[in-house]
């Protein structure tokens, strides 16, 4: 999926923004809590972390967090505002831009558009260390254009037969039409560290036999009931309960985060800072 990386906190003069897609092929498996948690987790690193709301039909992050945007994507798309005009703050540091809820429109945007989009992030490439995009459930095309501009792709899944065919569904569609070879996964809501271990055993028997991709496993999130009182409160658990079961688990996946190698060379295909990428290789 990349062809060139740089280890991180090796020296460099031009400053690489990291970018993962959090996606999981269906809906329901905590994808989006998956996101915010892990965006906190990496700011309370010290990461200036930028969250994009990807879900442009059914955006959720801003209703999970509590928090009430005047502007969104939506506007952004209509010419009425810069991208960095959607901004907002949530918790920890981290920065949200929030996506519209109920709009079909944004649904239906084309290529063109999503490009225009991932363009406009080049822009505030200094001011990102971070860039996690919490992708739509599904394969729709906004789905495959999000994914395909990121560096890493995270999946998650859960014990639920629907999650691991749905997200071997989606690593294959990845694979087969779009070359996307390299995938990490987090099991969420498990009972036990070894179930997680058992759901990444099924995934990779599964793709070893009819894909050529690489798996690698970044770990699990418990069950935990304080996600279900942290979203209740509209907050996420790295900010309610800080010292949860679930929220030690979001500090790992940060740490692992943290150590996975840095791309800065442009894959040859839509990507997010490629501009930036470019000027690293010629530079």
């Not at 020296?11 to 970018?19: A, I, N």
């Not at 569609?173 to 990490?184: C, E, Q």
């Not at 997680?196 to 970044?218: H, I, K, N, P």
Request: hydrophobic share 40%.
């Amino acid at each position: 999926m990349v062809n060139q990386t740089k280890v991180a906190g090796a020296p460099s003069d031009k400053h690489f923004v990291r970018v993962v897609a959090v996606t999981g092929g269906k809906g329901g498996v905590g994808k989006t809590n998956v996101s915010i948690n892990l965006s906190i987790a990496l700011s309370q690193r010290e990461q200036r972390v930028l969250l994009l709301d990807a879900d442009l039909g059914l955006a959720n992050i801003d209703v999970l967090l509590g928090l009430k945007p005047e502007r969104n994507l939506e506007d952004v798309y209509a010419g009425e505002c810069e991208l960095s005009d959607v901004i907002i703050d949530g918790p920890q540091g981290i920065r949200i831009i929030p996506a519209s809820s109920g709009t079909q429109s944004m649904v239906q945007l084309g290529h063109q558009q999503h490009a225009g989009l991932i363009h406009a992030f080049s822009e505030m490439s200094d001011d990102i260390d971070v860039l996690v995009v919490d992708t739509a459930a599904g394969i729709s095309d906004s789905v495959i254009n999000f994914i395909r501009a990121a560096q890493e792709v995270l999946v998650v899944v859960c014990d639920e037969p629907s999650s691991i065919t749905d997200a071997y569904a989606l690593m294959k569609l990845l694979n087969r039409d779009y070359g996307v070879d390299a995938f990490r996964i987090v099991a969420n809501q498990t009972r036990s560290e070894k179930e997680g271990r058992a759901l990444y055993q099924r995934l990779l028997s599964t793709t070893d036999r009819f894909l050529d991709v690489m798996l690698r496993y970044e770990g699990e999130v418990p069950y935990d009931d304080s996600v279900r009182k942290a979203v209740r409160k509209q907050r996420a658990v790295m900010d309610a309960y800080p010292k949860s079961d679930a929220s030690k688990a979001f500090n790992r996946l940060a740490d692992q985060l943290l150590k996975w190698p840095v791309t800065s060379a442009p894959s040859g295909h839509l990507e997010f800072f490629v501009e930036q990428l470019v000027e690293g290789i010629n530079g």
